[in-house]
């Protein structure tokens, strides 16, 4: 069977730094598959080359078979593929309705649209009682479901999730688990990068290992838990949720941050 | 000089501040949403006033009926503006990015100056004389209407950002351009809107001056400057800001030239802009 994501040998450089080098990965229908590695491994660069913010130099990107290297956001959107960038991507001073309605940009002007925004709305009853006011507001985990909220409403068949729980307290760190799996649930297809491996492992179905812009694991999440080598090499073995939380917000090894650039 | 005479005067700065705010915020408009200045937006205007001026020496029309006609002419050398000089040096740095707009500005102000000499022209019209009188006060008819006319196109510029897509996706754009992009937002597209509503704005303050200002090539500096000194005191790319800019600027150059010289005005008008920048360097209204 042909699957909803197939990314092979994928290069992708910033400015004359390679950051991905040869990366692959398969991703199923309905799967939740988490993206680890260490920081400047380029989990954050491949998101942003399966959602075309940046060109790959070689390889291929299918999309249900169809090439999609190369093609810009606008055009990927159309084919269903939604991304929520690691940094705050919010319209600060538009309301948090209008941030909704933007989400529904590319499905014009409609009624379905306005019964949408109430039905992503009450997902998220908190953002709901606010729905007027500013996103600049709001707090850093209702910034996080806004943001995802948003992403909804585009109604994505594979929705790229770049560190949905960075720098958040780890009660809000579960709710955004929570919604996420929801949103698999309800038919979605989730790509997540996280810095919090263990927590990430646990949630998804599977998950990649990248280090230095290429591939160097793939399993279910249990057995890459289990995994002593893959534990020492990429998970740190020593971090516990709480330390990958801080690991995750401070400056990386490469100078690329966790390659959100 | 009396009390009347300062309350005369401020009305005749809040008519012409009228006129200074649309204009603002036709400039705001594109420092907002790419952060570029467009040197070149007194002679959109002037060129406006041209464009009045032949319609009326041509066909007889009323100056502010050629406001539609305006509009829509300017909007489109706007948005061609943008596709033909503005896009190819967006990458670029922004030192090419001002001297593009100040080329354009050197360009279409001598292109006028060779065209059409230096003469002043009015095209005639049936408020050029007209007085409305209320309470004690005389306004001049046109430059009532000037001052309706902008406050209404301002209104419908409000409007059309807060409460259509295209105004929403607008001001998305001007918050944060690769957040937009990434909902399928193209920033190019709303680029080219931008600049064909901005330079819109400048068509329509031209037929709206047009029935009590003589048009020549110069004439843009009479709101070139002034709009970027009202921009600067709302608070650069908040456009409700450059509005209330305008305002101010406006009663500040025609009631303090009346209280003071009335060759000191534009002094004062700087005055009161570096006084601003120097105290508040992000304007009165900024961010």
Redesign the interface.
Known sequence: MTPLLAVEDVHATYGTFDVLRGVSLRVEAGELVAVLGPNGAGKSTLLKTI?G?LPPRRGSIRLAGDEIAGLR??AL??RGV????QRS??????TIQ?NL???A??R??SGEVRRDVDRVLALFPRLAERRRQRAEGLSGGERRMLEIG?ALL?EPRLLLLDEPTMGLAPVVMGLIFDKIREIRAAGATVIMVEQNARVALEVSDRAYVLEQGQTRAEGRGEDLLASETVRRAYLGSASGPERAIQHGGGPSVTGLGTTGR | MTAEIVLQSVVSGLMFGGVIALVAVGISLIWGVMDLINFAYGEYLMWAMYLTFFLSASAGLEPLLSLPINAAILFGAGALTYRLVVRRVLRGPIFAQLLSTFGLFVLLRYAAWLLFRPDDRQAPSALANAIVKLGGLRMSAGELVAFAGSLLATGALFWFLKST?TG??L??VA??R?????????PDRLYSIAWGISAAAAGVAGSLVSPFMYVNPLVGDVFLLPGFAAVALGGFGNVYGAFAGGLVIGVVNVTGGTLTMPKVKLALVYLVFLAVLFMRPKGLWG?
């Open positions: 959602a913010f956001p606008p959107l159309a939604a991304y929520v960038m991507s919010l319209f600060p001073r538009m209008e309605e933007l989400g940009y590319i014009g002007n948003r585009l | 897509r929403k996706a001001r998305a918050q944060d690769e957040a937009a992009l990434a909902l399928g937002i193209e961010r």
